[in-house]
C-alpha cells in the first residue's frame, strides 16, 4: 500500500493546489519586494509591483533569477531575514568564483525536512527502519536533508556522511539498514564492491533514494539488482533548500514536485517562454514558502519534461521526468549537443558499468573527443584484439547514439577514480 507522510497535502484536488498556490506567490513576491533590493529593482525594470501579482497565472510576467544573480549579491544581499533570524546555511559545491549560500529559518528547515520525509515516506520508509545517511554532511545539503527527513518520520538515522565504504558496509550489516541514501554512482559502487565480498545475502536493504546526479533507467536496472533493493530518484538544488523539491513514488515514473511549497515551470532555452507539459525545455522554479531567501523564477539549466498525468499513486502534483542534463554541462563536440547520460545509456545497454569519464580537446582547432570506459572483470580477457574488437563495437554504438565518432579506450576494471560523492565524468580541456 502507498505511503504518504503528509497525505491530505499530496494528493489535494489540483483546483485547490492552485488557489493554494496562488495566495502563497502573492504572498513570496510582497516578501521579496519588500526585504531584497534585488528582486526589486529587477520587477521595476520589468514595470511591476507586488500589485500587479493575483495569482499563479501572472507568474510569468516575473523576470527570471540565475545562479549569477545569487552569485552577485554573495554573501547577504539575497537575505529576506535579518541573520538573527536565521539557523543554517548550505553552499553549492565550488564552482570557479563565488560560492551561492543558501539561508534558512527554523521554518525553512521544518518545509524542507517535510519535503525529505515525503521523499522517504514514497519509498516505503516508517519508524521501524533503519536510514543510512551515505551523502555528504556539510556545507552540501544531501547529508542534512536526508537526517532532518528521517528524523521527522521517526526512522533510526545513521548519519554515514560518504566515504568509508567499508565502515558504511559494516554498519550495513550490523545493524540491517533497510534504507540507503546516497548518490547513485556511490550506490553502484557499494553494489559493486558487496559482489565482490560476497555478502549480498547479508544485507538486508529494501529502498534507497538516489540523487544529486543524472542517472539513466538502465544504471536503476543493475542498482536495483545489486543491492536487492528498489531504487527512487529524489531532485533538489541548494538554492530552493535542497533534496526533495521533487520526489519519486511506487510508480518509479518520475519526480513528484513539491507543489505546495514550489512552483516549476518549463521555458524555452532559447526564448524563455514558457512551454506546454509535455515539452522538453529548461526547469524553472518559484518558491511559495521561503522566509529566509525566497527564490523567484530560478533558472536551473536543467533540461526537463514536466508530466501532469495522473500518477497510480494518487499523489496530485506534477511529475518531472529525469533530468536529461544540464544546459550547462552539455557538452558541444564537433558542433553536435552531448549529454553525458546518452553514453551511459549506450554503456549500460552494452554489458559496461557506469564508469567512464569524456575527455575533450582541441587540437589544431579541431575538437578530439575520448572516453575511457572501465572494462567490467568478466570483459576483461587481457586478449589485445579481443580488447580492440570491444572497442569498435562500442564507437559504432556511440555513433549511431551521439551521431558522431568518440575514441574509445577500455582501461583495466577499477582504474577509474571513484567518487563519493558526484562523479567526475568530464574532463574539458578546451580552452574556448
Ligand atoms: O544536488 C541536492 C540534492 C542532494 C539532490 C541529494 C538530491 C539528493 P546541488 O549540489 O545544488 O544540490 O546541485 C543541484 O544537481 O540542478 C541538477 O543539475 C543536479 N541534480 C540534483 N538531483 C538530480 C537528479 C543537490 N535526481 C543540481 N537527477 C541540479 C539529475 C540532479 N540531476
Not at 386 to 397: F, G, M, Q, R, Y
Not at 408 to 422: C, D, N, Q
Amino acid at each position: 500500500m502507498e505511503k504518504y507522510y503528509q497525505k491530505e497535502l499530496e494528493t489535494m484536488p489540483r483546483e485547490e493546489l492552485k488557489k493554494l498556490q496562488s495566495e502563497k506567490l502573492v504572498k513570496q513576491v510582497r516578501h521579496a519586494w519588500d526585504n531584497c533590493p534585488d528582486y526589486r529593482k529587477k520587477m521595476e525594470e520589468a514595470g511591476l509591483t507586488p500589485d500587479d501579482i493575483k495569482g499563479i497565472e501572472d507568474l510569468h510576467k516575473l523576470p527570471f533569477t540565475s545562479k549569477d544573480d545569487l552569485r552577485d549579491n554573495y554573501p547577504f544581499a539575497m537575505l529576506a531575514k535579518p541573520l538573527a533570524d536565521c539557523v543554517r546555511i548550505h553552499s553549492t559545491s565550488g564552482t570557479t568564483g563565488k560560492r551561492v549560500i543558501a539561508y534558512y529559518t527554523a521554518d525553512d528547515i521544518r518545509m524542507w525536512d517535510e519535503c525529505c520525509a515525503r521523499s522517504l515516506a514514497a519509498a516505503g520508509a516508517t519508524r521501524e527502519d533503519m536510514v543510512q545517511v551515505s551523502y555528504g554532511y556539510g556545507l552540501f545539503t544531501g547529508g542534512a536533508g536526508f537526517h532532518g527527513g528521517s528524523h521527522l518520520l521517526g526512522s533510526t538515522t545513521i548519519p554515514m556522511s560518504s566515504g568509508n565504504t567499508d565502515r558504511q558496509l559494516q554498519f550495513m550489516v550490523d545493524l540491517g539498514t533497510t534504507v540507503l541514501c546516497c548518490t547513485p554512482s556511490y550506490a553502484a559502487y557499494l553494489g559493486e564492491t558487496i559482489k565482490e565480498k560476497g555478502i549480498k545475502n547479508d544485507i538486508k536493504l529494501k529502498a534507497g533514494i538516489f540523487g544529486a546526479e543524472a542517472w539513466s533507467e538502465e544504471m536503476r536496472r543493475d542498482i536495483q539488482e545489486a543491492l536487492g533493493i528498489k531504487a527512487y530518484d529524489i531532485y533538489g538544488l541548494t538554492e530552493l533548500s535542497g533534496p526533495g523539491v521533487a520526489y519519486e513514488c511506487s510508480a518509479q515514473s518520475g519526480m513528484h514536485v513539491n507543489e505546495d511549497h514550489f512552483i516549476a515551470e518549463i521555458v524555452d532555452p532559447e526564448t524563455f517562454e514558457p512551454l506546454p507539459a509535455g515539452s522538453k525545455g529548461e526547469l524553472v522554479f518559484t518558491s511559495l514558502d521561503k522566509e529566509a531567501m525566497p527564490i523567484i523564477r530560478y533558472r536551473t539549466k536543467d533540461i526537463c519534461v514536466l508530466s501532469d498525468e495522473k500518477c497510480s499513486c494518487g499523489r496530485t502534483f506534477i511529475k518531472m521526468a529525469k533530468p536529461m542534463g544540464r544546459s550547462d554541462d552539455m557538452l558541444i563536440i564537433k558542433g553536435v549537443n552531448v549529454f553525458p547520460s546518452q553514453i551511459e545509456t549506450v554503456l549500460l545497454n552494452n554489458g559496461y558499468q557506469a564508469n567512464y569519464q569524456i575527455i575533450v580537446d582541441r587540437v589544431k582547432n579541431t575538437d578530439t573527443f575520448d572516453i575511457n570506459v572501465e572494462l567490467t572483470p568478466d570483459k576483461f580477457t587481457g586478449n589485445l584484439g579481443d580488447i580492440s574488437k570491444k572497442e569498435k563495437e562500442l564507437v559504432l554504438a556511440l555513433k549511431s547514439m551521439l551521431g558522431i565518432m568518440a575514441n574509445v579506450h577500455l582501461v583495466p576494471p577499477k582504474s577509474i577514480a571513484r567518487s563519493e560523492g558526484k562523479a567526475v565524468r568530464i574532463i574539458d580541456n578546451r580552452k574556448i
